[in-house]
T-cell receptor
């Protein structure tokens, strides 16, 4: 069964303290892996799509990487406005369904 | 450019009633997806419509149904509401043919069943 597991569930960092969020996935034939940011009470905001192992994408303080079994979202020198829940999702070639992980709640302390 | 819009923002119903939620995709997007986000469960895929047809369906009972109109807007209907249907319902749209499908979400409809 296709599955997405994100860790940790929650993470508290001091402003400027870099870290990484993990997304482990099990899917037969990965079509793509997505990262989203979700603020409380709002819809997720699209961040990145990764297609194949070894691929990397960057946006401001965020960098997403992909291997054959997991993806990392690296946050460099975070600011309080980076506080949000970060969601990972995968899409399989087999049925096109998109499966989301439960997310990592990130809190950046000033 | 306007994003995905959803209405209503909040909806309060009693158990056994029916709820209708609406979604307008980004202009030019032909695919619409519906998700349920209940507390502690993450986003659960409900339905996917493209070009007016249902393309895929998540593991939800038949009382969850919907449709897509010729202008690509969509409607989600939930019949015989149960307390556990209380959740944030999110709609997303994408350009069909993009590989893979990058989805852009609306703000959601908060459904409360009492």
């Amino acid at each position: 069964e296709d599955q997405v597991t994100q860790s940790p569930e929650a993470l508290r960092l001091q402003e400027g303290e870099s870290s990484s969020l993990n997304c482990s996935y099990t899917v037969s034939g990965l079509r793509g892996l997505f990262w989203y940011r979700q603020d409380p009470g709002k819809g997720p905001e699209f961040l990145f799509t990764l297609y194949s192992a070894g691929e990397e994408k960057e946006k401001e303080r965020l960098k997403a990487t992909l291997t054959k079994k997991e993806s990392f979202l690296h946050i460099t020198a975070p600011k309080p406005e980076d506080s949000a829940t970060y969601l990972c999702a995968v899409q399989a070639w087999r049925d096109d369904k998109i499966i989301f992980g439960k997310g990592t709640r990130l809190h950046i302390l000033p | 450019e306007a994003g995905v819009t959803q209405s209503p923002t909040h909806l309060i119903k009693t158990r056994g009633q029916q709820a209708t939620l609406r979604c307008s995709p980004i202009s030019g997007h032909t695919s619409v997806y519906w998700y349920q986000q209940a507390l502690g469960l993450g986003l659960q895929f409900l339905l996917w419509y493209d070009e007016g047809e249902e393309r895929n369906r998540g593991n939800f009972p038949p009382r969850f149904s919907g449709r897509q109109f010729p202008n690509y807007s969509s409607e989600l209907n939930v019949n015989a509401l149960e307390l556990e249907d209380s959740a944030l319902y999110l709609c997303a749209s994408s350009l069909t043919g993009l590989n893979p499908y990058e989805q852009y979400f609306g703000p959601g409809t908060r459904l409360t069943v009492t």
